[in-house]
Structure formats: C-alpha cells, structure tokens
C-alpha cells in the first residue's frame, strides 16, 4: 500500500518505483505542469516509450474509478486489512492550470503507439459527449469544456454556462476533476435542486466529468512531454 | 449506504443484466475476485449506466492486458493515484 506517494516518488531505493510514482501524481495532480524533464527522468530510470504510455492510460484510468467509487460509495470488497488513511476533505483541490501544452507540437509519445488505444479511448468518449439523456449533449459538452479547462486542454472548446443547471453541472464538474475526494450527497444537493432529481441524473452528471477527464488527462500530458 | 443507487446484479433486468453477465466472464486473476463472491464493488458502481460500463472496463482491459508494465507496476500506478485522490474504496 502506497502511504505518502510523494515520499515513494522521492526516496524509493529503485528508480522505476520513483519514475512510475512521479508519473502517476503529475498525471493526477497537475498533468498541466508535465515537461520533458518528466520524459528524460523517466527514461534515465529505465522506462522506454510505451511503458511511459503504459503510465499516463493506468493513472488517468484509476482517476475514473477514484471518482465513480468515491461518487457513489460503493463497500469494499475485501476485509481492510491495511487500514487505509482517512479522507481528509478540507485537503486543497488539485491546482488550475497556469499554462497548458500545445497540443499541436510533435509528441515523443503517442496514443496510436499502442495498438487499439485510440479505438478504445474514442468509443468511451464518444459515448460520454453524445447522447441526449440523462445529460443533454449541450449539458454534456459544457461539462466537458470545463473540465479540460481545468487541466490545460486546450483541444476542447470551453462553453460558457448559460443557466442556472449549467452552472451547477460545472461547478460539480470541478469538484469531481480537482476536488475528487469532496464527492458525496451535499455534493449533488444542487443539481438535484434544479431538476436533475434521480440518481441516474446525478450519476451521469459524475460519470461523464469524470469519463472526460480521462481524456483531457491523457491529451495533455502526453502534449506536455513534447516540452 | 451508498450515495448513489447501486443495483445489484440480482436485481438487474435487460440492458444491466446482460452486461452484468459479461463482465462476469471476464478472465481475472483470482487474488482480484472479491472475498464476498459477488462483481467487484467497482463494477457494481457503474450500475445506473449500463452503457458506461462496458467502455470503461473495455479501455481498462486494453490498457492493461498488453503491457509492457508488470503487474506490480501496474498496481503501483493505481495504488499511487489512489491516494492522491484520497479513493477511499
């Protein structure tokens, strides 16, 4: 069980275990701030390419799970035997960008490296951006402009809320991308209040921030190794 | 309690059944079947969109049946987003 990532990230004794921890917290934390200092540690360690790649799907992957678990509350499935840490809800949100990558620079890694990867990741997302229920797909596409917002992807349009409900979704779009461990019932007081009443609403209000960020994730530190 | 409704596979008809069915075949390593016998919490999570579910665990299969990480690797990414994300589950 990892305690402190940060201290694994600094102090492990082996240089893969430090690369992969590093990775996975910029990823999870400020995928944004990546640069190819990032890349040059990782391959120093041993890491080549896809097993980079390999990195950047897992940690923006569990990001998912991280917040659809924590969103609902499911039990676990197994006796805590490591009696793992309390959630500590005043913890600050991951930071907003102070720059992004550009994502039309040429990559030193790439999705289609990795055969199936791009299938796989446009069906998900596809399906997260175009539906009309529960979401609208304007509801949904607002959703999604403000989560790569909020992670440096500058290869999703941001759409300007233009309703009370709009507001509402981006503002729990920000808790579930930046604030992941706020998620629970007050969390959801709001949507609910302006219509979105069923859980099936809510879950979807969730999933398809969450879905999104899996991606804007993905896009931008993969775009943010080219610096 | 859950926060959200989770519906469980006993209970589940059409759509939700049939990919319930599915991701019970799913080849899995036996240290990752849950203790109490039934779909992983994880799974079960994902309950109120049937449609949902089978992209995320499609993406997750592919992400993490090829390689090139190891197992230990690969859990080693997960464990370490975890906690950052303070994933109580």
């Not at chain 1, 400020?30 to 120093?44: K, M, Q």
């Not at chain 1, 360690?45 to 390999?54: N, Q």
């Not at chain 1, 102070?98 to 990867?117: C, K, M, N, W």
């Not at chain 2, 990919?19 to 080849?27: D, E, N």
């Amino acid at each position: 069980m990892v305690i402190d990532p940060r201290a694994v990230a600094d102090r492990h004794p082996d240089p893969i275990v430090r690369a992969l921890v590093r990775l996975a917290a910029a990823v999870t934390e400020h995928p944004w701030a990546i640069t190819g200092d990032e890349l040059a540690r990782a391959r120093a360690a041993g890491l080549d390419e896809a097993g980079i790649l390999h990195a950047v799907l897992q940690a923006s992957l569990f990001g998912h799970f991280n917040r659809i678990a924590d969103a609902v509350g499911v039990d676990l499935d197994y006796p805590d035997r490591f009696h793992a840490p309390h959630v500590e809800p005043a913890t600050p949100p991951y930071l907003s960008p102070t720059s992004a990558p550009d994502p039309q620079v040429p990559q030193p890694i790439t999705l289609s490296s990795r055969p199936g990867a791009v299938d796989l990741a446009a069906a998900w997302e596809r399906y997260a951006l175009d539906r009309e229920a529960p979401l609208t797909r304007r509801q949904r596409a607002v959703v999604a402009g403000a989560v790569a917002e909020r992670l440096g992807d500058t290869t999703t349009p941001m759409l300007e809320p233009k309703t009370d409900l709009e507001r509402a979704l981006v503002d729990l779009a920000d808790l579930v991308t930046l604030a992941p461990w706020r998620l629970g019932p007050s969390a959801y007081t709001r949507i609910r209040l302006l219509g979105m009443a069923d859980d099936a609403a809510v879950f979807d209000a969730v999933a398809t921030a969450s879905s999104v960020g899996v991606f804007s994730r993905i896009r931008v530190a993969l775009a943010a190794l080219a610096r | 309690m859950p926060h959200l409704q989770i519906i469980d596979p006993a209970e589940a008809t059409g759509a939700l059944a049939e990919v319930y069915g599915r991701m019970r075949g799913r080849p899995m390593p036996p240290i990752y079947r849950p203790t109490h016998g039934g779909i992983a919490g994880i799974v079960r999570a994902h309950s109120l969109d049937p449609g949902l579910m089978p992209k995320a665990f499609g993406f997750s299969g592919g992400v993490n049946q090829a390689g090139p990480l190891t197992w230990p690797q690969r859990e080693l990414v997960a464990a370490a987003t975890s906690r950052l994300n303070q994933c109580f589950y």
